[in-house]
């Protein structure tokens, strides 16, 4: 069965789209098969990974996109995905087994204008129709944005896992602490429609340090974060092997060239000669694969 792991944290601007992007192409790489579901309304997961003038068809209509699940005419999850999403200029696929469940902007309506039925929530609905998928995929991620409204639930309900993207700073230190706390009221929230089937509700399992810059220090907010992950995992409030992963991800330009070619780092790196190309490349590739040996309960 595939793990199902949502990127979240309450501070925004912590580098967690090119975090999921590129981890999630590692995973590809490394030859196994992944889901990316957006769930972020500014949909830049969907607009890298598709470029501007696919995503842009997309966007013109929204039909294709994951709001289409809770809109007039309900689609299926599975009509939705867009296998091997990753295209050269020419439209070769170029990355098998990445795939993508893209958003556009109206998924705001998710949190404005949807008025499903209180017994069959928006969460529900979408882990109803993931459950059909998910023997297909070793790994589905889901991109969440920094709040616990419908959109993120849908995403944090499905998941067994949570990694937590951070910067060494004050704001990221208050943004996991601010995502455990409102955790646990959606825990409780949907405790009533979770199955034995799903298992438990996924608990915070690591926090992953990006987009650091050159120069910086940054042993002491890790200590800090350390510090409060082991108050939360000593509470039962965070997985009992959460960890602060001891790989991170250095800031480079290349992160930034790739968004604007529409190819995840992972695929950049021929190309170039630069070293911090190269480094960025490999930072991403460390945390891959320490998702992939992080122990589980």
Known sequence: MARKIAFINYKGGVGKTSLIVNVAASLAKLGRRVLLCDFDTQSNASIWLLKLDRWNALNATGAGAVYSLFS??????????????????????????????PTTFNLVDLESEYTGAPDRPAYLIFQEQLAALEADYDFILFDCPPNILRASQCGIFAAN?????????????????????????????????????????????????????????????????????????????????????????????????????????????????????????????????????????
């Open 72 to 101: 007039p005419g309900h689609c299926h999850l599975r009509d939705l995905v867009i296998p091997d999403v990753v295209e050269n200029k020419t439209g070769e696929k170029i990355l098998p087994g990445l795939a993508l469940v």
């Open 161 to 297: 896992e949570i990694y937590v993207p951070a910067n060494p700073d004050a704001l990221s230190l208050i943004g996991f602490t601010l995502l455990v706390e409102k955790l646990g009221r959606f825990h409780q929230l949907s405790a009533g429609f979770r199955t034995a089937r799903m298992g438990p509700p996924a608990q915070v399992e690591g926090i992953i340090f990006n987009a650091i810059k050159t120069g910086s220090d940054i042993e002491v907010p890790r200590l800090r974060m350390q510090l409060r992950l082991n108050q939360f995992r000593a509470a039962k409030r965070a997985g009992r092997h959460a960890a602060l992963f001891t790989s991170v991800v250095r800031d480079a330009m290349i992160v930034r060239r790739a968004v604007a070619l529409g190819l995840p780092v992972v695929l950049l790196a021929p190309e170039h000669t630069d070293p911090a190309a190269d480094n960025v490349v490999n930072d991403y590739q460390r945390v891959a694969a320490e998702l992939l040996h992080h122990p589980l309960a």
